[in-house]
Structures are given as C-alpha cells and as structure tokens.
T-cell receptor, first 113, second 117 residues
Framework: NAGVTQTPKFQVLKTGQSMTLQCAQDMNHNSMYWYRQDPGMGLRLIYYSASEGTTDKGEVPNGYNVSRLNKREFSLRLESAAPSQTSVYFC????????????FGEGSRLTVL | AQKITQTQPGMFVQEKEAVTLDCTYDTSDQSYGLFWYKQPSSGEMIFLIYQGSYDEQNATEGRYSLNFQKARKSANLVISASQLGDSAMYFCAMREGRDNAGNMLTFGGGTRLMVKP
C-alpha cells in the first residue's frame, strides 16, 4: 500500500532466532501501530506509538519489543522467536483529522519453525 | 468479555443480492467510533466505512451502509448488489473514546463472505 511500507514481506525463522520487522510511513502521521493476525482470526494489537518518542503495550506484547526511531519509522523486534509467533504482522498509521481510521501496510508473513 | 463480536464465521450471498454482516460491540464510553474493513484473499486491509457514536444518520459509502442501532450496540454492515469482488473477510472494529493520538482499534474475529455467481 502506498504510504506504509513493511519489510520484509516474508520471513522464516528457527525457534530462538531474532529479527526486526521494519515499518516506514511517508504520510506524516503521528500514531503508528503493530498488529498480528493469526490464521482465521481478527487483528490483535501488539504495541503502538502515539507519537515520536512514546510507545505503549497493546493486547499481546509479550515476546516483542518496539522502537519508534523517528516520526517515519516504527520497528517491531522479536528477540527469541517462538512457533506461537507465527503470524501475519501489520503495521498501521492513524489518519488524523477525519475518522481516525487506521491505514495498513501490506503485512509481513512470519513463520517460526 | 469480547468488545467486538461477529457471530457469522462465513456467509454465502447470491450475486446482485444484498447481504448484512452482523457486528455487536461492548463499551461503556459515550464517545466511540465503529469501522468496517475488508480483507481480500491478497491480504491487505481496506477501510470501508465509519460510524461515530454521535452520528444520527447511518453512514453510507457507495454500496456499503452501516445499520447503526445504538441501544442494541450493533453496527451491521449492509452490502447492496453484491459483486464477485466482494468475496473477502470483513472485520468490524471499534475505537473507544474520542479520536485522539494513540487511539487503538479493537477488531472482531471477522466474517468470510462468499459471493456466488
């Protein structure tokens, strides 16, 4: 999706490996989010950042860390991946000034063996 | 308790017919927002329609309308004149409180809609 770029799109890890999912926006919005979507389920919030320099836990933060590097970038790190973290990860930005809807990136599919 | 409940895991609809996807929500806030997203098989999340808790009129966006019944805490999505391209997962979501920086959306489990030719 134009505006929110996630990398990588696909990743396979072994249990215990670490990795960072990158998210960058060119939409100049303050609030950014990381969600995960398990097969056949809705999205659950992992962490969010209301503005540059702040981060907060969501519904399922265990096993993850985040960094809001600047206004554009919000990364999600798995320090020691577990099979339970196999999921599709979505980064989103909140579109301020209107409905407050979230605009999502295309998602990153992560498999932990 | 679930904040957003979508009770229909899967639904079929005949092409060109209308279909209603159910969503009920639970909040004690007076100010909140309700959203519907579409997720086609390609995986992206597409925003469809929004309803604010203080909006007196039901929201409409083209073939999409939101049947908002505040007393019943329901926000059903109505798709008129279904098309084959409407086949997708549909998610209902809620923002509690006023729209502010950092507000999060809570999602329901989704409904898979399949449009039959």
């Amino acid at each position: 999706n134009a505006g929110v770029t996630q990398t990588p799109k696909f990743q396979v890890l072994k249990t215990g490996q670490s990795m960072t999912l990158q998210c960058a926006q060119d939409m100049n919005h303050n609030s950014m989010y990381w969600y995960r979507q398990d097969p056949g389920m809705g999205l659950r919030l992992i962490y969010y950042s209301a503005s540059e320099g702040t981060t907060d836990k969501g519904e399922v933060p265990n096993g993850y860390n985040v960094s809001r590097l600047n206004k554009r970038e919000f990364s999600l790190r798995l320090e020691s991946a577990a099979p339970s973290q196999t999921s599709v990860y979505f980064c989103a930005v909140r579109l301020a000034g209107g409905t407050g809807e979230l605009f999502f990136g295309e998602g990153s599919r992560l498999t932990v063996l | 308790a679930q904040k957003i409940t979508q009770t229909q895991p899967g639904m079929f609809v005949q092409e060109k017919e209308a279909v209603t996807l159910d969503c009920t929500y639970d909040t004690s806030d007076q100010s909140y927002g309700l959203f519907w997203y579409k997720q086609p098989s390609s995986g992206e999340m597409i925003f469809l329609i929004y309803q604010g808790s203080y909006d007196e009129q039901n929201a409409t966006e083209g073939r999409y309308s939101l049947n908002f019944q505040k007393a019943r805490k329901s926000a059903n999505l109505v798709i008129s004149a279904s098309q084959l391209g409407d086949s997708a997962m549909y998610f209902c979501a809620m923002r509690e409180g006023r729209d502010n920086a950092g507000n999060m959306l809570t999602f329901g489990g989704g409904t898979r809609l399949m449009v039959k030719p």
